[in-house]
C-alpha cells in the first residue's frame, strides 16, 4: 500500500515495485486525463507536475514518487492556460493537450512572460503530432490575456 497526494488529496493505491504512475492515475484513480502514447519516455503526453517540476508518468515508478504532491491536468482545470488554449486554437485532436498544459503550467509559474525561445526550450519534450506547436507557443505567450 502506498500513500499519493495527487491534486490536493490523499489516496492510498495498491501496485508491484513496477507499476507506473500512470497507471495508478489512469487506473486506480481515474484520472483518465494524463494519456498514455509511446509509453517509452519520448512523448510528453503523460506529463505531469511532481512537487511542481514537469516529470513523464510513464516512466515514473509509483514507489518513486514519495512524499511528493502529483498535480495531473485535472488539477490545473482552472488555469488560465486552459483558456489560453482554446482562445489560441491551439487543440486539433487534442491527445497531446494535457501534457502540453502541464508542461506549460510548470514554465509560467517559473518564467510568467517566457520568450518565444524559452517556449520552445521548456517544450521540447512534448510532442505534437497534428503540429500543432506555431499554436501551442501562441497560447503560452498570451496565456496572461
Ligand atoms: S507516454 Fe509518457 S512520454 Fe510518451
Ligand atoms: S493536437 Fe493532436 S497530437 Fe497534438
Known sequence: MTELLVNGGRHEVHGSVLTTLAEVLRGHL???GTKVACGEGHCGACTVLLDGAPALACITLL?????????????????PLVDAFVRADAVQCGFCTPGQIVSAAALVRETPAPTRE??????AGNLCRCGTYPKIEEAISTWQG
Open 118 to 123: 524559452q517556449v520552445r526550450h521548456a517544450m
Open 63 to 79: 514507489e518513486a514518487v514519495g512524499e511528493r504532491e502529483v498535480t495531473t491536468i485535472e488539477g490545473l482545470r482552472d488555469h
Open 30 to 32: 481515474g484520472l483518465t
